[in-house]
């Protein structure tokens, strides 16, 4: 079942279930945001994935390879939802627009240096 965009917040009720492959419905839908250029609507989406993710490790990973995978993609999320929040607060368009430069007005892709601050605003 894909996970409705179309409410704000949801509810940790929420998490009953596999919660693990609901991350991984929000962090694809959040993927294919970004790349579409819906930069705050993908942000959104990373915080959900990212939430669910933790909720997975903390209570259905089973094993220490399992919710070592799971953290190395929080990482890479949270860095991009790092870069997505910079991005926007800098007064980046929430939505990109096509320009004549081919649309180099999306987010550079740089690393954040200090993933788990991310953890704080972000959940």
Known sequence: AVVSTQSGHYGRGDMSGNTLQKAIEYVTKATEEDKAGNFQEALRLYQHGVDYFLHAIKYEAQGEKSKESIRAKCITYLERAEQLKK???????????ASA???SNKSKKEKSTDCDSALIPLL
């Open 87 to 97: 991005h926007l607060e800098n007064g980046a368009p929430k939505k990109a627009k």
């Open 101 to 103: 430069d081919g649309g």
